[in-house]
């Protein structure tokens, strides 16, 4: 079975650029999350998507959208790229979405603002 | 204070050594916890889940402290292969449902 993939590996990308970054869960799985990480952190909880709705959001501003599709694949999107928008950004799926779920990750893309 | 902390290290162990991370958290409603491995520039993966009475997965050990709020993990015979960022991750009771990260524990195992 695939795991978690992520697409594009690696972008970048100019100030106030638009960007879309895709994931495509496991199969079975029905819940994605967003995060982001900056180089010497952990991850940073941006979205969780369950059954094409939002179930969490992190504090991220307006610029940060998503949105999931009826296959459980899920886009994020992230609007006037700042500088400090440079970071891997990370997906996971799970299989139901709870609190106690295990989490798998992809491979991430890594995304450089210029 | 943060909701999870760590100790960033660097932890730097002989092979063969044993080494152990803490990792406290401020919410004592906290119900699910799990430490991951990060290799550099890769994404974190799954090390193991933490139970209430502890559990051991070969040369790794988890335990949780409820009263003093803390997780850990014990490495025993450390190999090079070891050498990553140790996260740790706790998932709060309540409607929202997002996993707190640690910033991670690095650990080098050297020759």
């Known amino acids: 079975d695939a795991g978690v993939t992520q697409s594009p590996t690696h972008l970048i990308k100019t100030r106030g650029q638009h960007v879309t970054l895709r994931c495509s869960p496991i199969?079975?799985?029905?819940?994605v999350s967003w995060y982001q990480q900056v180089l010497g952190q952990g991850p940073q909880f941006i979205f969780q998507y369950y059954e094409k709705e939002e179930r969490g959001r992190g504090n991220f501003p307006d610029r940060f959208s998503a949105r999931q599709f009826p296959n459980y694949s899920s886009e994020l999107n992230v609007n006037a790229l700042l500088l400090g928008d440079s970071a891997l950004y990370l997906c996971?799926?799970?299989?139901?979405?709870?609190?106690?779920?295990?989490?798998?990750f992809g491979p991430g893309t890594r995304l450089t603002v210029l | 204070r943060k909701e999870v902390e760590q100790d960033p290290g660097p932890f730097n162990v002989p092979e063969g050594a044993t080494v152990a991370f803490n990792c406290t958290y401020s919410n004592s409603a906290s119900q699910s916890f799990f430490w991951y491995r990060q290799d550099c520039r890769k994404e974190p993966k799954l090390l193991m889940s933490?139970?209430?009475?502890?559990n051991e997965d070969g040369r790794f050990t988890a335990q949780l402290n409820r009263a003093s709020q803390y997780i850990s993990l014990l490495i025993r015979d450390s190999k090079l292969s070891d050498s990553a960022t140790y996260l740790c991750?706790?998932?709060?009771?309540?409607?929202?449902?997002?996993?707190?990260w640690g910033l991670g524990t690095s650990l080098a195992v050297n020759p």
């Open positions: 996971a799926s799970s299989s139901i979405g709870g609190t106690t779920d295990t989490q798998y």
């Open positions: 933490v139970y209430s009475s502890g």
């Open positions: 991750v706790v998932i709060n009771a309540g409607n929202n449902r997002k996993l707190i």
């Open positions: 199969s079975g799985h029905k819940s």
